[in-house]
T-cell receptor, first 115, second 113 residues
Framework: DTAVSQTPKYLVTQMGNDKSIKCEQNLGHDTMYWYKQDSKKFLKIMFSYNNKELIINETVPNRFSPKSPDKAHLNLHINSLELGDSAVYFC??????????????FGDGTRLSIL | ELKVEQNPLFLSMQEGKNYTIYCNYSTTSDRLYWYRQDPGKSLESLFVLLSNGAVKQEGRLMASLDTKARLSTLHITAAVHDLSATYFCAVDGPVASGSRLTFGEGTQLTVNP
């Protein structure tokens, strides 16, 4: 049983294209996140949603637009892809958006490569 | 702005040896997490430390938290090859701002036979 699943696992595309990554969790959590892991493995939060409401929006270019149709899904759409967008994007989920000690559960990541 | 620093960033050790990974953070927090990442894989939660003096152990790994020193340690006892992975510590931000993990740079551990 996959707890947090992301699709696609690999995404290779050209600069300037628009692409989407989907994330679904079956843990019953109400909060979901997007993280970006760069080539040096550094992880940084991008967005978080609680019950479809945007909670955290870090300083991410507005080419990145998250969308949460329900609390079990959080998608990430990226417009006009740039070379610097190449990274691994991780989706995560947890119960409750306040940091009260619930660990976040991560998906397997989407490896985005821009040609 | 919360900063989290780990050291060492790279650690090569022999099987059977002991070693400690350090995680320092810059602002007050009492919610610290350790994660493991295997190459090309997801992050697996190892430990959740929620108070000063908290100590958790699982197999050959033991994690501790000193909130006054803003320091967490991950101690490896009698390392085995299966422990080879990248280990991240992550600190959660102020309650009011919503959960936002700030990660350290990761410690890439290689255990050699």
């Amino acid at each position: 049983d996959t707890a947090v699943s992301q699709t696609p696992k690999y995404l290779v595309t050209q600069m300037g294209n628009d692409k989407s990554i989907k994330c679904e969790q079956n843990l019953g959590h109400d909060t979901m996140y997007w993280y970006k892991q760069d080539s040096k493995k550094f992880l940084k939060i991008m967005f978080s949603y609680n019950n479809k409401e945007l909670i955290i929006n870090e300083t991410v270019p507005n080419r990145f637009s998250p969308k949460s149709p329900d609390k079990a899904h959080l998608n990430l759409h990226i417009n006009s892809l740039e070379l610097g967008d190449s990274a691994v994007y991780f989706c995560a989920s947890s119960q409750g958006y306040k940091p009260l000690g619930q660990p976040q559960h991560f998906g397997d990541g989407t490896r985005l490569s821009i040609l | 702005e919360l900063k989290v620093e780990q050291n060492p960033l790279f650690l090569s050790m022999q099987e059977g040896k002991n070693y400690t990974i350090y995680c320092n953070y810059s602002t007050t927090s009492d919610r610290l997490y350790w994660y493991r990442q295997d190459p090309g894989k997801s992050l697996e939660s190892l430990f959740v430390l929620l108070s000063n003096g908290a100590v958790k152990q699982e197999g050959r790994l033991m994690a501790s938290l000193d909130t006054k020193a803003r320091l967490s340690t991950l101690h490896i006892t009698a390392a085995v090859h299966d422990l080879s992975a990248t280990y991240f510590c992550a600190v959660d931000g102020p309650v009011a701002s919503g959960s936002r993990l700030t990660f350290g740079e990761g410690t890439q551990l290689t255990v050699n036979p």
